[in-house]
């Protein structure tokens, strides 16, 4: 059984830095791609980054140039480290992961994605 669990999430003035985890366990596929939603009350979950087991990564528009996506300890570990964090960055954060064999959309749509976790919280203050 696949088990997605994130952290880090909190609450950060605007131009700070917060870093999430995301840990995915139960996992046997070598070739995946694993990332970053958020979602705000009322609108749609959208992608913010998505890296492939190869490390190949890419961004939403919106956080490229702040935000980095990586996989750390030997590829178990997802990270999202947020720099000069806005308020409009405030959302529930999301991981999502699916093997490369199911993998069939965008990597921006939630639907593309069969695992996800439980979300965490980031607030960003002006």
Not at 35 to 49: D, S, Y
Not at 53 to 82: E, P
Request: aromatic letters at 12%.
């Amino acid at each position: 059984q696949v088990q997605v669990v994130e952290s880090g999430g909190g609450s950060v003035q605007a131009g700070g830095s917060l870093r999430l985890s995301c840990v995915a366990s139960g996992y046997s596929h070598s070739r995946y791609a694993i990332g970053w939603f958020r979602q705000t009350p009322g609108k749609e979950r959208t992608g913010v980054a998505c890296i492939d087991s190869d490390g190949t990564a890419i961004y939403n528009d919106s956080v490229k140039g702040r935000f980095t996506i990586s996989l750390v300890n030997r590829k178990t570990t997802l990270l999202l480290q947020m720099k000069d964090v806005r308020p409009e960055d405030t959302a529930m954060y999301y991981c999502a992961t699916e093997s490369r064999e199911n993998y069939s959309g965008p990597w921006y749509e939630p639907g593309t994605y069969r695992y996800w976790g439980q979300g965490t919280q980031v607030t960003v203050s002006s």
